[in-house]
């Protein structure tokens, strides 16, 4: 099943297979332990009364932690503003709006909880966004595709042959090690899980690090 793909300001927004939405039963028991885990790392967020998802996508991340936390403001966000109006189509009960990972400390705004699911590894300068997250959150959610496995498992399924299995718009490849370094050069990591094929991890802001 396939949705939107769009590329704004050099970043690929949207998926192009549905995850969330498919029939395949493998893909459906990977997404059950995708989800088992985040729930895991959300129950130890603490006290939450705002939430912003960065990168939503087509909103459904943004509709699963609006469930989870039925009384906290919940925003998704995109870069692509085309992105955005698919999410608000298809969720008209949920706020969404356009706005850049790199971009989050201009407002001047503060969330207990900010989310960045499968974002870091379309960003061109990771750092610079976790930076930007830190600053602004009191605990965040990320999380990434777990290499060498996901391109092992979409060559296995006869996809993005060309490129390995590497997916569209994927310019950062982390194992979880790796990618725990790159979050502890920031920022304290509470707790993670790797369900099978992800790396997610639950984070808060070292002290001084907001501004």
């Known amino acids: ?14 998926n192009p297979y549905d995850k969330y939405g498919t029939s395949n039963p493998f893909a459906r ?12 790392l959300l129950e130890q ?16 991340v943004t509709e699963k ?12 966000t995109d870069s692509s503003p085309e992105i955005v ?3 608000k ?17 201009r407002s001047g705004e503060h969330w207990d909880l900010v989310v960045a699911c499968e974002v870091f590894e379309h960003l061109d300068d990771p750092r610079g966004a976790l930076r930007e997250i830190a600053a602004v959150a009191g605990a965040m959610l990320v999380t990434v595709p777990r290499e060498p496995l996901w391109r092992i498992l979409n060559v296995a399924r006869g996809k993005y042959l060309a490129r390995l299995g590497n997916s569209h718009g994927h310019v950062q490849n982390w194992n979880r090690g790796r990618f725990l370094d790159l979050l502890r050069e920031q920022v304290e990591v509470v ?5 099978l094929p992800w790396t997610q991890a639950l984070c808060r802001p070292r002290a001084g690090s907001r501004t």
């Open 1 to 14: 099943m396939s949705q939107r793909l769009v590329v704004s300001d050099g970043v690929v927004a949207g």
């Open 29 to 40: 028991r990977l997404m059950r332990g995708f989800d088992r885990g985040m729930r895991e």
């Open 45 to 60: 967020a603490g006290p939450v009364a705002s939430v912003l998802e960065v990168g939503c996508g087509e909103g459904h």
């Open 65 to 76: 932690l609006a469930r989870f936390f039925p009384h906290a403001q919940v925003t998704g």
């Open 85 to 87: 109006e698919v999410a």
């Open 89 to 105: 189509r298809s969720h008209p009960d949920l706020r969404f709006e356009q706005r850049s990972v790199y971009d989050l400390t």
């Open 191 to 195: 707790d993670w899980r790797s369900p």
